[in-house]
């Protein structure tokens, strides 16, 4: 079983940054972000594998950087040059294999919201 908690959300503007956090309180081989704009369906953003390798969606490559702290159990998603359609909640979620499919995951956090203004 594996518990997920997500932070760092906030409101910025377009070219500003922001670093969400996500905590878990058991171990998965993967554990992706995804996020979800008003009216449209969740996308994937960013995964990364405990076992090495991380992958992005093209329309956040270069921009955003996904990283993790083994001893803190914590998977992070650096947001940088943030642009208004990055406007959405997003989720961490945890899986047994890398996957850009949201039914792949098993465990999902709560969201959080990023807002970015022009």
């Known amino acids: 079983q594996v518990q997920l908690v997500e932070s760092?959300?906030?409101l910025v503007q377009a070219g500003g940054s922001l670093r969400l956090s996500c905590a878990?309180?058991?171990?998965?081989?993967?554990?992706?972000?995804?996020?979800?704009a008003?009216?449209?369906?969740?996308?994937?953003v960013a995964a990364i594998l405990?076992?090495?390798?991380?992958?992005?969606?093209?329309?956040?490559k270069g921009r955003f950087t996904i990283s993790?702290?083994?001893?803190?159990?914590?998977?992070?998603?650096?947001?940088?040059?943030?642009?208004?359609?990055?406007?959405?909640v997003y989720f961490c979620a945890a899986g047994?294999?890398?996957?850009?499919?949201?039914?792949?995951?098993e465990y999902w956090g709560q969201g959080t919201q990023v807002t970015v203004s022009s």
């Open 68 to 88: 993790r702290d083994n001893a803190k159990n914590t998977v992070y998603l650096q947001m940088n040059s943030l642009k208004p359609e990055d406007t959405a």
């Open 50 to 60: 405990w076992s090495g390798g991380i992958y992005y969606s093209s329309s956040v």
């Open 8 to 10: 760092g959300g906030g």
């Open 38 to 44: 008003p009216r449209k369906e969740r996308e994937f």
């Open 24 to 36: 878990a309180s058991g171990r998965a081989t993967s554990t992706g972000w995804f996020r979800q």
């Open 96 to 105: 047994p294999r890398i996957s850009r499919l949201q039914a792949d995951y």
